[in-house]
């Protein structure tokens, strides 16, 4: 797809890119792309998460980068999210709910929509939209302390 030079590359482009031009646009089997969309979201959390470590390595007494999920459900915003604690967070969620974990990876790095994870997840959308209610309120009640 043509990207504007002043726009910027949003997640799910740059997967459904890269998928592309490592397997071509034949090689569709669903086993595949679910397991290439976890490899590539893990990859991205753990780059998201160098990075801002990184960051307040360097800075630690500047000001934090925040990030913010608001953008994956217009209707009910979430909360602003700083890197390292959702990162944290996801962390504990993976030692009892992995496949919430792997559904908030999915949304919030690779900017998939729910149907688009119920997809990579190899679930049903109902299922998809019940795990994601539960995810919303689970990292809102987390990450509020």
Same mark, same amino acid.
């Given at each position: 797809p043509e990207v504007?030079? &002043?726009?910027?590359?949003?997640? +799910?482009?740059?997967?459904?890119?890269a998928w592309t031009r490592l397997f071509g +646009?034949? *090689? $569709?089997?669903p086993e595949d792309r679910r397991h290439f969309f976890g490899v590539a979201v893990q990859a991205l959390r753990r780059v998201l998460v160098d990075r801002a470590r990184a960051w307040l390595h360097q800075r630690r007494d500047a000001r934090r980068e925040w990030l913010s999920i608001r953008h994956l459900d217009a209707e009910n915003p979430g909360p602003d999210?700083?890197?390292?604690?959702?990162?944290?967070? $996801?962390s504990e969620l993976e030692t009892f709910q992995p496949r919430l974990a792997r559904l908030?990876?999915?949304?919030?790095?690779?900017?998939?929509?729910? &149907?688009? *994870?119920? +997809?990579?997840?190899?679930?049903?959308?109902?299922?998809?939209?019940?795990?994601?209610?539960?995810? %919303?309120?689970?990292?809102?009640? %987390?990450?509020? &302390?």
């Open positions: 504007a030079p &002043h726009n910027p590359l949003q997640p +799910t482009v740059l997967l459904q890119d +646009t034949d *090689a $569709l089997q999210l700083e890197v390292l604690q959702l990162e944290g967070a $996801l908030v990876e999915l949304r919030y790095f690779a900017g998939l929509s729910l &149907h688009e *994870a119920a +997809t990579a997840l190899g679930v049903s959308q109902a299922t998809m939209k019940r795990d994601w209610a539960y995810a %919303r309120v689970w990292l809102t009640e %987390r990450l509020s &302390h």
